[in-house]
């Protein structure tokens, strides 16, 4: 890959703006995909995006290229593009060279990007399918991938990091019954192809033959999927610093107030050892930390790129990560959640490993109303029969004022670390 000159575009930036920011993000990645234990595609990829944002006059303009000779034109896009947005009240600039905390970058010097080690994937994966003979698999699929990125502002900052990712999933069928399971880690370390293939077959097994059940409340457990989809999703919504100057967060106007049960705490974790995020900084530059967004039930703290604190007469909190179009999202790097610990399984309950319909809960008020997938009547640990269909209805908001439990074990999801929820009284139809 051509070498990017990124002092130079620096220099360019300087003489047309007030400040500019470049990010360089270099990857190569390799996805392998099967259909009907047959390998179907090879998809293999190498490239590097180059991101340019300039400040001038309180004006941000944001522009980006995968062709190194066209950088010239890719800063003038973004110096055209500030001249067209609205000026940020209260800008105090990108950020200032700091000191960056210590710690470990997710990224595995070991793993090999190749068709053969993807490949030996797929065959860990299929050999825990086999578990479950009955199960036919449908699909599967793996991709293995290794970057770095660069990022440098005319304040001094220049930050590397590298970083790398595996990802597996797979889906069966049994008798129309579907199961599904996916993984993903920075580490090969962390991956049990075979418990995920072993999982799908098991849920596409177990799910045939459910039974009908009365429509009442519940006590319903969430598996960590539905957890991350529909809780953690929803409430970092809300805690999103643009939402809440938009009016589109039901938090707006709770900060320091209670908004979860007392024994409730949420937390960003961005070094959280058994996460996937390992940021010691943020995609603009700015220190990553421990940040408490609710403590003991209490709103503490909303979530804050450079911009959205400026317009909020705040600070920075350090939870702005790089869309694909250069442009910056607010999330969290690792959240995680305390709350009182139990077998959550152990008592009564409904036990929900998918849901079909979380896209469509409301963002703002918090109410859902989804189909369950892969859903048991379950108690003293153990998944006893399988549910046929039911509905869900709910707000995710009461949930967590509510007598939730959570499992001690938890899975990694990319932005969280997510346990099974036990909620009490769910309504299900």
């Known amino acids: 890959m051509t070498d990017i000159d990124i002092d130079a575009i620096l220099r360019r930036g300087a003489s047309l703006a007030d400040e500019v920011e470049v990010y360089v993000s270099r990857y190569e990645d390799l996805s392998l995909e099967q259909r009907q234990m047959a390998v179907s595609s090879v998809f293999e990829h190498a490239g590097q995006n180059i991101y340019i944002r300039v400040v001038k006059d309180g004006r941000i303009g944001v522009s980006a290229t995968s062709d190194p000779t066209r950088i010239d034109d890719c800063m003038k896009a973004a110096v055209s593009s500030a001249n067209l947005s609205e000026q940020i009240t209260g800008w105090e600039g990108l950020p200032q060279k700091a000191d960056i ?10 793993l090999e990007i190749s068709a053969d080690a993807a490949a030996e994937y797929l065959s860990r994966m299929n050999a825990g399918a086999e578990k479950y003979p009955e199960a036919r698999v449908v699909t599967a699929g793996v991709t293995l991938m290794k970057g770095s990125s660069v990022l440098a502002n005319s304040n001094g900052v220049w930050l590397e990091r590298k970083f790398s990712d595996i990802s597996v999933g797979i889906d069966a069928i049994c008798e129309g019954s579907t199961g599904y399971d996916s993984d993903s880690a920075p580490f090969a370390s962390r991956i049990n192809p075979e418990k ?4 799908t077959a098991f849920f596409a097994s177990a799910s045939r033959n459910g039974e009908m059940i009365e429509s009442k409340k519940y006590d319903v457990v969430f598996s960590e999927n539905v957890v ?16 809440v100057l938009t009016g589109k967060s039901i938090y707006a106007n709770s900060l320091g107030e209670t908004v979860a049960n007392p024994k409730v705490s949420l937390t960003d974790s961005p070094m959280e050892e058994r996460g996937d995020s390992w ?17 003991d039930g209490v709103l503490t703290s909303f979530l804050y790129d450079a911009k959205t604190a400026a317009q909020a ?6 939870n702005a990560l790089r869309a694909g179009n250069g442009t910056t999202i607010i999330s969290p790097h690792c959240l995680t959640i305390s709350a009182p610990t139990e077998n959550v399984l152990e008592r009564p309950c409904l ?12 963002p703002l008020t918090g109410e859902f109303s989804v189909e369950v997938a892969n859903a048991f009547i379950a108690e003293g640990g153990k998944l006893l029969r399988p549910v046929k269909k039911a509905m869900l209805a709910g707000n995710v908001f009461d949930i967590l004022k509510g007598d939730i439990t959570i499992s ?18 769910l309504q299900v139809i």
């Not at 905390?101 to 070991?110: I, L, M, R, S, Y």
């Not at 991350?228 to 610093?241: K, P, R």
């Not at 001690?408 to 009284?425: D, H, T, W």
């Open 279 to 295: 940021r010691r900084f943020d995609t603009e530059g700015t220190p990553t930390k421990t940040q408490d967004i609710v403590k």
């Open 313 to 318: 007469g705040s600070k920075t909190t350090g």
């Open 101 to 110: 905390p210590a710690g470990k970058e997710p990224f595995d010097e070991t």
């Open 196 to 199: 995920v293939g072993e999982q």
């Open 228 to 243: 991350d989809s529909l809780v953690f999703e929803l409430f970092t919504d809300a805690v999103n610093g643009r939402n």
């Open 408 to 425: 001690e074990s938890a899975k990694a999801f990319s932005g969280a670390l997510v346990p099974q929820m036990r909620i009490p009284n």
């Open 351 to 362: 036990y929900v490993k998918e849901v079909i319909g979380a896209h469509t809960a409301n």
